[in-house]
């Protein structure tokens, strides 16, 4: 069984035990790993009507068959459960080395369940699971939590996932923190660690990875990475990291700024790639097994003379943390981005949310009276790194922003909701959907809510000509980021691609940014390592049953199928820049999705759509694999 462990660890909380249980062959073959697993589990093991931060949520993590080799930028891992944020399904994917300890500690999948009597550590190693009190540990940074564990564990190369405060406190959209910085971010699965009282999780271990055809996995790696380096989008990827994606949203008019009231910034220069690179950038570093290498260190001097050291802070977490909240100041957005990694509290979630927040003072919405004195005035550095620590703690004025843009709209009223800009209860990231169709798209259809990654359609972001699009897509228009044709075309294809990706754990950036490693390539380092017969076309479909599958979890908890998008990106002219005048027809790329994936005029996978796939109807409505 070359590539997997073979097993899967189940953790209970509620008791302390650990057992293990073999991997599932069919597991495997339909699910690939990762993602695919973290999916499958879920929806076998969560029961529709469950509280998000109840002790009946379940938490899997799961890694890819090419984890732990020298497949390049496989380190990844995906840790879902459903979303205390939206209610349905919810995943995190981080970067860094534990997707590879993981593999190497014996481990495909980790399925945690229940909840403990007080703060704990769980210890992996080696096909072993230990259970530690974290009592002392509870209300850390996460930079401190790591040193501890590491320090109980007496090895300093001990792998560690942790929450900080965000999670302990339930903040909804608080994250997990892998290897110091590496958060899996989306969704607040920090937030169910936290109602479970698992503190941190370490993974050590000493085993290897079988491949099944070593000979010619080597030679193929060594072609997969020549056609990275030789990408045109590789050299400043990995120069400069996704900072250089700034511009980029600035040229083509969708950087989202004050709550995405504009597409531009005036003030851009301030926080442009170039000045990020040329003031603030000390080094880059790597994931593991990553040539491309464009994570970054950053360097600051706070405004009160403090240095500041950060990993990133990366494009989304720039944006987000920056112009939504009409700050201009690289310094200023690192000691925010920073602040939110030692909290545990996913970027884009909590810099969307103050800078809605921000727009509701601007219109007269909100005042002193409800934030507990707090200026919201656009650009107020000061403000928003007093409620990023609010929020984390759910003190004063931030336990209502910690609850999310959704929530919070409740909580004000319905003079708010114009300006609420969340899919599915989830905040949008940070290029602006008027700007990128096919981003708007994969937003509105997204099983995680407003998500960039679920399709990350960069194609049509990437300057490709219109003869590309339509051998690769069958719609010339599809390369036209202003053009509604093509795009569900796009999405769609993207979208089973990336469940792919996630599921085998590679990297999205060696094949959505530089578009090197394709389906075909893919398809063949996963036969070099697993064995048995894989294909481009195979592993598509291994993608649609994935994206199918997870549309109908998120109708057994509830999901509505509104696969819609904030009126602001409807129906609200983007006011200047390239995009000016730009608005989102989405209804007729929403059809047109529908009948692609076989799904009906509701959004709900056909009875034909699911048998196709190997998966079925039960009378709950959700949907069965077929074993």
């Not at 462990?5 to 509620?14: E, H, P, R, S, V």
């Not at 085993?207 to 990275?228: C, N, Q, R, S, W």
């Not at 990827?237 to 009231?261: C, H, K, M, V, Y």
């Not at 339509?470 to 795009?487: I, L, M, T, V």
Request: overall charge negative; charged content about 20%.
């Amino acid at each position: 069984m070359g590539g997997y462990a073979g097993m899967i660890g189940y953790i209970d909380l509620g008791n302390g035990h650990a057992s293990s249980r073999v991997l599932p062959p069919e597991l495997r073959r339909d699910f690939i790993g990762g993602r695919g697993f973290t999916s499958k589990l879920i929806h076998d093991l969560v029961p529709p009507g469950i509280d998000a931060l109840g002790p009946d949520n379940t938490v899997v993590l799961a890694v890819g068959p090419l984890a732990g080799t020298l497949a390049p930028s496989t380190g990844r891992i995906t840790i879902g459960a459903r979303s205390p944020l939206t209610g349905i399904l919810g995943d995190g994917n981080a970067g860094g080395h534990v997707g590879a300890e993981m593999k190497y500690a014996g481990y495909d999948a980790l399925v945690i369940t229940g909840r403990a009597e007080h703060p704990t550590h769980v210890h992996v190693e080696d096909g072993t699971i230990s259970f530690h009190d974290a009592s002392d540990i509870w209300g850390a940074a996460v930079s401190e939590t790591e040193r501890m564990v590491r320090e109980r564990c007496g090895d300093t190369e001990a792998h560690v996932i942790s929450i900080g405060p965000a999670g302990e406190n339930c903040v909804r959209y608080a994250s997990l923190i892998a290897d110091g910085s590496r958060a899996a971010a989306r969704c607040g699965i920090g937030a169910v660690w936290g109602s479970k009282r698992l503190k941190a999780l370490s993974l050590r271990g000493t085993g290897g990875v079988d491949i099944a055809h070593p000979e010619p996995f080597h030679e193929h790696v060594g072609e997969t990475l020549e056609a990275i380096y030789a990408d045109p989008v590789y050299p400043t990827l990995s120069e400069r990291g996704t900072p250089f994606l700034i511009d980029s949203a600035q040229l083509g008019g969708g950087l989202a700024t004050r709550n995405n009231q504009q597409g531009v910034a005036d003030d851009y220069d301030a926080i442009s790639c170039e000045r990020f690179y040329t003031h603030h950038r000390k080094r880059s570093f790597a994931c593991f097994a990553c040539p491309i290498h464009c994570s970054n260190i950053a360097i600051a001097t706070s405004a009160d003379g403090r240095h500041i050291t950060s990993e990133g802070p990366e494009y989304e977490s720039i944006v987000c943390l920056g112009p939504k909240c009409g700050i201009m100041s690289l310094p200023a957005i690192i000691e925010a981005n920073r602040a939110c990694n030692e909290l545990g509290l996913d970027t884009i979630s909590c810099g969307s949310t103050i800078g809605f927040a921000m727009e509701l003072w601007q219109r007269g919405i909100i005042s002193a009276r409800d934030t507990g004195g707090i200026d919201l005035a656009w650009g107020n550095e000061g403000s928003v790194l007093s409620l990023i620590e609010m929020i984390a703690r759910r003190e004063g004025y931030g336990d209502s922003l910690a609850e999310g843009v959704r929530r919070y709209t409740k909580r004000v009223g319905p003079a708010a909701r114009p300006y609420a800009l969340h899919v599915k209860g989830m905040e949008v990231p940070a290029f602006d959907g008027r700007a990128a169709k096919g981003f708007a798209l994969g937003w509105a259809v997204s099983s995680r809510g407003a998500d960039h990654l679920r399709a990350l359609p960069n194609f049509e972001l990437l300057g490709y000509p219109p003869s590309e699009a339509q051998q690769r897509f069958g719609d010339r228009h599809a390369s036209d980021p202003y053009d509604e044709r093509g795009k569900a075309e796009l999405v769609t294809w993207h979208e089973n691609f990336s469940a792919v990706v996630d599921s085998a754990e590679m990297c999205k950036y060696a094949t959505f940014s530089t578009y090197a490693v394709t389906p075909g390539m893919l398809a063949t380092l996963l036969h070099d390592v697993v064995g048995g017969h894989y294909d481009a076309e195979q592993l598509l479909r291994c993608g649609e049953r994935i994206v199918t599958l997870e549309r109908m979890i998120d109708i057994s908890f509830g999901g509505t199928c509104s696969d819609t998008l904030p009126d602001r990106i409807l129906h609200e002219p983007l006011p200047q820049g390239p995009a000016r005048g730009n608005t989102v027809d989405l209804a007729s790329m929403v059809d047109r999705y529908y009948e692609l994936r076989g799904w009906d005029r509701n959004g709900v996978p056909t009875a034909d759509a699911l048998k196709q796939l190997g998966l079925a109807p039960s009378l709950d409505g959700n949907a069965r694999t077929r074993v």
